[in-house]
């Protein structure tokens, strides 16, 4: 069983009154985090963006941002609550859009990660996602400092 199913855990499609509670995660998880903005134009623009909540108290323990195009998905954002982590939710989080995206026809799905993000790789590569390039210098790292993206894909014609 699924760790969302095992803890009945509720998903739902984020609306911009749930941003106060998505921006203090994303605060705490990235040192570059992405703004009120950014989550507000990817709502308006239809993409995906779920969020997974306990089912009592209510809070928010992750979400995703995902954008479909014809037959691609592109995951923009995944992050798990920091005191969530290890419990598979990033990895059943992600499943569970793969599942979506599938039964509605999309074949591959493509991300960017950072190079020093050894947590993210790993559940990515375990999922079955590939290197398919590098973009250098994508992510502000500091300073004026830029660090590299990984380029990643699943490609599910070359499953099993
Ligand atoms: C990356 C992230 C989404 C993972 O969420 P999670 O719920 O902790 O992930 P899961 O519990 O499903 O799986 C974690 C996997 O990471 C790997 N992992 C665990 N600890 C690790 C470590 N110290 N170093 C490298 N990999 C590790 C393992 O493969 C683990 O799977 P396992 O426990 O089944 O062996 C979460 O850490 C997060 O939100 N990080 C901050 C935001 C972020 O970086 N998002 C991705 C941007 S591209």
Same mark, same amino acid.
């Given at each position: 069983?699924?760790? /969302? ?8 499609? @984020? ?6 509670? !998505? ?6 998880? &990235? ?11 990817? /709502? ?16 928010? %323990? ?6 479909? !195009? ?5 995951? =923009?954002? %995944?992050?798990? *609550? $920091? ?5 598979? %939710? ?12 599938? *039964? ?15 947590? *993210?790789?790993? =559940? &990515?590569?375990? @999922? ?24 990643? $894909? ?5 499953? *099993?």
């Amino acid at each position: 069983m699924s760790a /969302i199913a095992a803890w009945r855990l509720v998903r739902q499609d @984020l609306q911009v009154t749930d941003l106060d509670e !998505v921006l203090g995660i994303e605060q705490a998880a &990235y040192a570059h985090p992405w703004t009120r903005g950014n989550f507000i134009d990817s /709502i308006a623009a239809g993409h995906t963006v779920w969020g997974l909540r306990e089912p009592l108290s209510g809070e928010l %323990l992750a979400y995703l941002v995902a954008q479909r !195009v014809l037959d691609e998905c592109h995951l =923009l954002n %995944l992050t798990v *609550a $920091r005191a969530h982590w290890g419990r598979g %939710l990033g990895s059943d989080f992600l499943q569970t859009l793969h599942a979506q995206e599938r *039964a509605q026809g999309v074949t591959q799905m493509f991300l960017e990660v950072r190079l020093s993000n050894d947590r *993210a790789i790993a =559940l &990515y590569q375990r @999922l079955g996602y590939r290197d398919v390039g590098l973009r250098k210098g994508y992510y502000p790292d500091g300073d004026n400092a830029r660090e590299d993206a990984r380029v990643m $894909r699943l490609d599910w014609g070359t499953l *099993a």
